[in-house]
Every structure is written in structure tokens, then in C-alpha cells.
């Protein structure tokens, strides 16, 4: 990520680039400190450039820098978290939160009165008004046109309420992860999957993980490849979904990842685009990846998952080689 950073301060990145590194200074004020500190050393770079004096530091030096720069910062992390008071929690790191979401023709946000866990630091609107968000968390949600997202105020835990379609891609964490709706309760801790809601049922599709469907009148764990069903009567029922493929419909596509192994990216990846995926067995295909897609090329896209793989890729000709 370094090495992106560097080639957004010289000018260099694509649009692309500016978007995958924003998502990553989204995800934890850790990066964005990173980041911060980084875009520091270039300033002073390029003043020194401009004196005419020594010439600046070479791009290996500025990342060993930044490397003694995010070492300090830790250890002044390690030291406020030893001495901060309990009272606090995790819920004063997010102090601007979104109170309610809302998605079809417009998104509309405005302050709560409390604090809340959970909060957006990052939108984008798609194809087919399709609203990506990104959680303080490092959670990501996608919803479908005229759906509603709420973050009610919570003083632990991650808790969403949710009124019509969304696809969430949940960050693990230490506290469960809990999509609220009308017709029953998804609780979860690191997954994928979609829930939607409307005045007859619940649905809910897991395509990586497991998550726990509760209504009024009992709960049914499923997994991937899973779908369960809250009807009016509160009685969840699980089955087998086959290929959910099909069912997971979504403008544009749903490429969302979230540590999910590289392998799988990758097939999700060919499917999507109807090419052919050539990857290693092994530790890399093992290696986990979060990171989400909206409209972007094949070649963007590619290029986005083996950046973070931190892999080399050819594309030529409708094939994907990975080394």
C-alpha cells in the first residue's frame, strides 16, 4: 500500500487507484495516520527539492521512514488505549455518526443524539441507484434502490436496522454483527450474505460463513449455499439453495469481498466476467482479501484484487494468470 500511496502523491495513480486507496484510509484511523504521516515526508521532500539543497529521499527511504513513523505511532496507540477510561469504548472513536440512510432517488443523512457503534465512512452510488457502503467497522453493505439502512445508537456491539434489500460483507470482530428488521433478527461475526424484507417474509442467503436467522418464534443457523425464510408466523425455516448465483441479482454485479480467500475471489471474479482464472495452489490461494467493486472494468478489477494479494497478473485474450 505504500507504494500506492507514493504514486498518488506523484501524480501518477488512475482514478482507480484514488478510489482503492480511499476505501483503505477509510477502514481504520491506524491507515489514515499512515497515510497522513506518509503524504508529510513528501511535503518535506519536495521542499527540500525546491531549496536545492541534498536531493530528496529516494522512495525506498521515504517508505523505511514511514515504516519508523508507524512503529512510533503504535506504541503512542498501545500507550492512550492502556490509560483510556472504560467508559469511553469503541463507540467515541466514530464521534460524527450517520443516524439514518436512506436509498432510491436520493440519500438522505442526518445526526443522532447518541453514539453509535457502527457509522458510514465511505459512499458511492452504482448502477441502478445501488448505494456501496463502507463501515467504521471495515464491514461493507450494498443497497438496492429505495431500501433504508439505520445505525441505531449502541453503546457496544454492531447493530444495523434494515427495510428492504442489502448485501452485507461483515468484518469480524469482537462483537457480533446484527441486521435488525420487521419480521426477524441476523446475527453474525464474519460472513457474507444477503437479507431481504419486505411485509411477507424474511429471506436471508449466505454465500460465505454462517450466520443465525431468529424470528418471533425460534432461530435456524445456515451456511453457505444456505437460504432461510421468516415468514408472517415467526417459524424460520432453513434449505438448501443449490447454485444461489441466480438469486443473488444485483446491477452491475456483486463483487464484494471481505476476508474471503483469494481462490474464491477469483472464481467470483471469472464467473462474473466469463473468463478464465489461472491460480496457484498454496499459500496464495489461502491468502485473504477485502475489497469491493462497483463498476469497474475487468482489467480495474483484476488489477484492484492482486494489489491487495500483493500477487502478479497477466490478463491476455479472456485468461487470468496469477504468480
Known sequence: MDELIVKVLRGEATDFEHRQLDRWRGTSSENELEFRELKRLWARALEVEEASVPPPP????????????RKRASVRRKARRAFRSPLLGVGFAAAAVIALVFVGTRTAVGPSPERSALSPV????????????????GSVVRLASGS??????????????????????????????????????????????????????????????????????????????????????GVPVAEDGGD??????????????????????????????????????????????????????????????????GAECDLDAGRVTVR
Not at 465511505?122 to 467497522?137: A, K, M, N, Y
Not at 477469483?266 to 478464465?276: L, S, Y
Request: proline share 4%; with cysteine.
Open 58 to 69: 529516494t522512495l525506498s527511504e521515504i517508505l523505511k521512514e514511514g515504516n519508523r513513523v
Open 122 to 137: 465511505e459512499t458511492s452510488i452504482g448502477r441502478g441507484e445501488v448505494t456501496t457502503l463502507g463501515l467504521s467497522d
Open 148 to 233: 433504508r439502512i439505520q445505525f441505531p445508537p449502541s453503546s457496544q456491539g454492531r447493530t444495523v436496522v434494515v427495510e428492504g434489500k442489502a448485501f452485507f460483507a461483515v468484518a469480524s470482530g469482537e462483537h457480533p454483527f446484527s441486521v435488525q428488521t420487521r419480521m426477524g433478527e441476523v446475527k453474525v461475526r464474519g460472513t457474507r450474505f444477503e437479507v431481504e424484507v419486505d411485509r411477507a417474509r424474511l429471506r436471508v442467503i449466505v454465500l460465505e460463513g454462517s450466520v443465525e436467522v431468529e424470528g418471533e418464534r425460534g432461530s435456524v443457523q445456515i451456511g453457505p449455499g444456505q437460504i432461510a425464510y421468516v415468514p408472517a408466523d
Open 244 to 309: 444461489i448465483s441466480s438469486l443473488l441479482s444485483w446491477p452491475g454485479g456483486l463483487l464484494v469481498f471481505q476476508e474471503t480467500p483469494f481462490s474464491d475471489a477469483a472464481r467470483e471474479v471469472a464467473d462474473h466476467f466469463g473468463v478464465e482464472f489461472s491460480l496457484p495452489t498454496g499459500d496464495l490461494a489461502e491468502r485473504r482479501i477485502t475489497a469491493w467493486f462497483g463498476d469497474e472494468s475487468l482489467g480495474e478489477v483484476v488489477s484492484g484484487l492482486c494489489m491487495v494479494a
